[in-house]
């Protein structure tokens, strides 16, 4: 890159960090809040729309209405990934969508629930909704290239069979399509369907299309549904929370741009350039692609800009060793960004496959935090891989080649043996796991639990209280919550506004008949409700056991499709097998620190232990790409728990300053943050301390020992490495 070109790019450079400043934060035109402000909100953010509907169907059972409840979670995650779905009393089923305030579009949109049957001429059923996987309006062509609408259906492998047989012997008739014991469309057969899926075609409106489809979709309930209520809720969290979540996300930015100085001098500064980048790039798609925040994603996305700091950390490293060697600037940054290339994509690649399978395997937050996931590593890439790059490289071009602007002589650190402490490591690792697991067994034992489920887990009791006027949500916070807290004795108690009304509608909690009275008497006494409107319903769960499944086999088939990526790109199996095994060790031991504190496990403790299994993953793979780059190195002969220790103690830095960077960001969360927001971020700070315990104590030892028990002392060359001894 010449001066010119250089002068070009760091031009380019403010120009698009004070582009994104704008488009996220002030936004164009008087009406336009920016991309920050713009972005989909959770219902602990900004409210939306509950909608409570009532089983027709007399005394369901368990099982019905735990298929109902799942199949609807997965109909209402078209609008939001963060809805919520959950059993009301007996027969009753709530449906909280954020980010919206229409009920009765929602209503329109989501269709009347009901049942559904596909009807041949003489009158027999062909299939039912439940033989219909996905309905969807498609937009086409006619013969005379005129726009016509459509209803897209597709079929299970029992409801393909079926409707391959009827439509096989009804050519050139009609199949009716019966709704609640009303037909509602009668289409005529053209040709047999066997491929399982079938169009509904007529002289439709894109509306009514959609409409149709949407009915189609609900019809596959096994009850029948009729709404009962529908409400407008408002945030379950204050402005506070948003304010105090932000201020401390900035705070700990600045932190890390002082520090990434501090330690890296010029460098360091154009991460920090490329960081504010990364954060504006981030909100702008969140915004583009209208992915819900809730406040555990905030913390994420937040958390990943601690985390992005990694890739430069690894660049800035390598940069560090070639000019502690003699080379030149110029020289040393081209082979410090081709050095941890590697490692890089590696580390994300690895974290990306594990997004990707909680996207297509989980629903709920599950889906929602992947997203988030996926938006962060990818971004994180193009920043540090392409914007940082650019930037190093044109401060250079414009004249900044000094070489006290990129480095700081350090002496060199001689090998730590860790290898000499690995059994004291595994000592402590298994006593601090068995130690965690009985206190588990204790609490389980004692009536209390293994852990603290909040009522996202367990689900509780929802009173509804009409005030004798209009709460803010901070007055709430303020002046009832402690009240509720005080009577009910759960310190998570949830509130949420009903919006045109003075209505709170309160979560805690399961509550027994006294506790209930109790409560109804506080708030007459303080806040002058007449007890007679208070109403109150056991809630189910919003994490359903389907939910739990779905989460639980995403991650096991994430682990799996790591486990093989690793032993694909390292080609040692064992190397996998540490890693996961290290992965497990710091699952484990959050666990544990989750059932000694008895801190809430609630939504946010499925984002956090996700967090933390994308943490550990990448940690690992910065040691085992040292370990690989120094095996290929070296000549056959070498001693391996001497290579081992030279690559755990040559990565020591940027295990230590990805970790403080990281921990920064979470720590102002957790000092300036609501209680919900600490609750997550006090077991995240445990778990990058873990994370780092684990990469730099039992990472390496674990491979080494497999590689010693499985296999040769010795360190042999990978193919193409030279064979020439030092």
């Not at 992005?308 to 390598?318: G, K, L, P, T, W």
């Not at 499944?549 to 040692?572: E, G, H, N, P, Q």
């Not at 989750?594 to 984002?607: H, K, L, P, Q, W």
Request: glycine residues 8%.
């Amino acid at each position: 890159m010449n001066k010119t070109k250089g002068v070009i790019s760091l031009i380019v450079t403010f120009v698009l960090i004070a582009l994104l400043g704008f488009t996220t934060i002030v936004g164009f035109g008087s009406n336009h809040t920016g991309a920050a402000k713009n972005i989909t909100l959770g219902l602990d953010l900004a409210g939306g729309v509950s909608i409570t509907y009532q089983v027709k169907d007399k005394n369901p059972t368990s099982e019905e209405m735990s298929d109902t409840i799942y199949k609807l979670q997965k109909r209402v995650e078209q609008y939001s990934t963060e809805a919520t779905v959950y059993q009301e009393g007996d027969d009753r089923i709530n449906i909280e969508i954020p980010g919206v305030t229409d009920a009765n579009a929602i209503l329109d949109e989501l269709g009347k629930p009901g049942s559904l049957e596909f009807v041949d001429p003489n009158g027999e059923t062909v299939i039912t909704g439940s033989d219909v996987e996905t309905a969807a309006a498609k937009a086409g062509q006619d013969d005379l290239k005129n726009t016509e609408y459509s209803v897209e259906l597709t079929l299970n492998e029992e409801g393909k069979q079926k409707f391959a047989d009827a439509t096989t012997e009804f050519v050139g008739k009609q199949i009716s399509i019966v709704y609640d014991g009303e037909t509602i469309s009668s289409p005529q057969v053209k040709q047999a369907i066997t491929g399982g899926q079938a169009y509904i075609t007529g002289k439709f409106s894109y509306e009514e299309a959609e409409n149709l489809a949407a009915t189609i979709r609900i019809g596959g309930l096994k009850l029948e549904l009729e709404e009962l209520r529908s409400n407008v809720v408002g945030a379950q969290l204050g402005e506070q929370a948003i304010s105090t979540s932000v201020k401390a996300g900035a705070i700990g930015l600045v932190a890390v741009f002082l520090f990434m100085i501090w330690a890296y001098l010029l460098p360091g500064f154009a991460s920090s350039l490329a960081l504010l980048i990364y954060t504006g790039l981030v909100f702008v798609i969140l915004n583009a692609f209208e992915v819900t925040l809730t406040l555990p994603g905030l913390a994420g996305i937040i958390l990943s800009i601690g985390m992005a700091v990694d890739a430069n950390v690894i660049i800035f490293a390598r940069v560090r060793e070639e000019m502690t060697k003699g080379k030149s600037v110029r020289n040393s940054l081209k082979t410090g960004f081709q050095k941890a290339m590697s490692a890089i994509v590696d580390g994300n690649v690895t974290t990306l496959i594990a997004a990707a399978v909680l996207w297509l395997k989980g629903s709920g937050s599950v889906k929602g935090f992947a997203q988030t996931l996926a938006i962060g590593i990818i971004v994180s890439m193009f920043t540090a891989l392409v914007i940082t790059r650019m930037i190093v490289y044109a401060f250079y071009a414009v004249g900044l080649k000094k070489e006290r602007l990129y480095y700081k002589p350090k002496p060199e650190r001689k090998p730590i043996d860790f290898l000499a402490k690995r059994k004291v490591f595994f000592i402590v690792s298994l006593v601090v796991i068995i130690g965690g697991f009985a206190v588990m067994g204790a609490g389980a034992a004692g009536g209390k639990g293994a852990f603290a489920y909040s009522l996202e887990f367990e689900g509780g009791t929802a009173t509804t209280v009409e005030f004798d006027k209009d709460y803010t949500i901070d007055e709430i916070d303020a002046d009832i919550v402690p009240i509720i807290e005080d009577v009910t004795g759960d310190v998570n108690v949830q509130t949420q506004k009903v919006a045109g009304s003075n209505q709170v509608i309160i979560k805690t909690k399961t509550l027994d008949l006294a506790t209930r009275e109790a409560l109804n008497q506080a708030m007459a006494e303080n806040f002058g409700v007449d007890e007679s409107t208070i109403t109150a319903e056991n809630i189910s769960s919003t994490v359903s056991g389907e939910m739990r499944r779905d989460a639980i086999v995403a991650v096991i088939i994430s682990t799996i499709c790591m486990l093989i990526y690793i032993w694909f790109r390292f080609k040692d199996i064992r190397f996998a097998a540490s890693a996961v095994t290290a992965l497990l060790h710091d699952v484990l031991v959050v666990l544990a620190f989750y059932a000694v504190s008895r801190i809430s496990v609630g939504n946010t403790f499925i984002a956090c232990m996700l967090t933390i299994v994308g943490y550990s993953i990448n940690a690992t793979i910065v040691i085992f790409d040292r370990i690989r780059e120094e095996m290929r190195l070296k000549a056959k002969g070498t001693d391996l728990a001497e290579l081992v220790n030279k690559s755990i103690t040559q990565t020591l830095t940027r295990s230590i300053y990805t970790s403080l960077t990281t921990f920064v960001m979470v720590f102002f969360l957790y000092i300036m943050g609501v209680s919900s927001m600490r609750e997550f971020a006090l077991p995240l700070m445990v778990g990058i301390l873990v994370g780092a315990y684990s990469s730099v104590c039992i990472t390496g030892a674990l491979w080494y020992v497999m590689k010693t028990k499985l296999g040769g002392r010795k360190a042999v060359p990978a193919k193409g490495s030279s064979k020439k001894k030092k």
